[in-house]
């Protein structure tokens, strides 16, 4: 499959997504529950489901879809799959409801366990995340397309830039990082556009406490790695894609300086 030749069709099909969940978002008229994990779902999430995974079967018919609003699959089903696509239609919901913005739809595409392919869109401010792997990551918004890369921190390490949700408590990331660096704290929501700060250099790392599904992490983490970053988990393991009966990820860390000595920057 040449991956790179997908990028035209899922730049349209990314931001008519991104269409149909903030024209819903604009109304304010929208029902919401909340799902056996606790989460809250909206009809814009399974709008915004039904709308991508339609368009992904008319690109890729021979090409399965995991999507977090669809992901009762058998594991022995899922695990027979080379190649499928993970979806989050709406990475946000909670940002949806609360009226800030901050939410994005992610597509990846993943071969043989490892994302090959990440797009990540954020209606609000129309700007479009792309990577493929070995081709390098990219930002375009209306001013235009650019490669993007991660911010390399200047040794001995003082500080750093860490992006972190609203609700993040920051005695926990306090807690985790070595108490002679001082942490420069920038908060947004939406784990994945908080992954996209990191993988164009704009934060040094993001740290996640917390629930979070492997459709969280498979686009962002292709991003992040063509910007020269990674995404691990905190005893800086690599986090593994349907290799597992649970879809859910550890706590993990993106960061954007593969060559800092993480284990001795995160003493907790």
Not at 120 to 134: E, H, N, Q, S
Request: proline share 4%; glycine share 8%.
């Amino acid at each position: 499959m040449q991956v790179m030749t997908l990028i035209p069709a899922l730049k349209k099909i990314a931001r008519a997504t991104g269409t149909v969940i903030y024209d819903i978002y604009q109304s304010g008229e929208f029902e919401q529950e909340i799902k056996l994990d606790h989460t809250p779902v909206t009809s814009a999430d399974i709008a915004a489901h039904q709308y991508l995974s339609a368009q992904l079967t008319q690109l890729t018919p021979d090409i399965p879809i995991l999507s977090e609003e669809d992901c009762d699959v058998a594991v022995s089903e899922r695990q027979s799959w080379e190649t499928y696509w993970l979806l989050d239609p709406l990475d946000g919901t909670q940002e949806f409801i609360s009226r800030s913005g901050d939410f994005a739809t992610i597509i990846a595409l993943v071969h043989k366990n490892k994302p090959i392919l990440g797009m990540i869109y954020g209606p609000k401010d129309d700007v479009l995340y792309w990577a493929v792997d070995g081709e390098g990551a990219y930002k375009e918004t209306t001013a235009g397309e650019e490669q993007i890369f991660s911010h390399t921190c200047p040794q001995p390490l003082a500080s750093l830039n860490v992006v972190v949700s609203r609700v993040q408590n920051p005695d926990n990331i306090r807690q985790l990082v070595a108490d002679d660096i001082d942490l420069e704290l920038q908060s947004l929501g939406s784990a994945s556009l908080k992954g996209c700060l990191v993988a164009e250099g704009k934060a040094d790392c993001y740290i996640r406490f917390g629930l979070t599904g492997e459709w969280d992490t498979a686009g962002t983490q292709c991003i992040v790695a063509e910007a020269g970053g990674a995404i691990v988990d905190l005893n800086l393991n690599p986090l593994s894609y349907n290799q597992r009966e649970t879809l859910k990820n550890p706590d993990f860390i993106v960061f954007g300086d593969r060559n800092l000595n993480w284990s001795e920057i995160l003493t907790g």
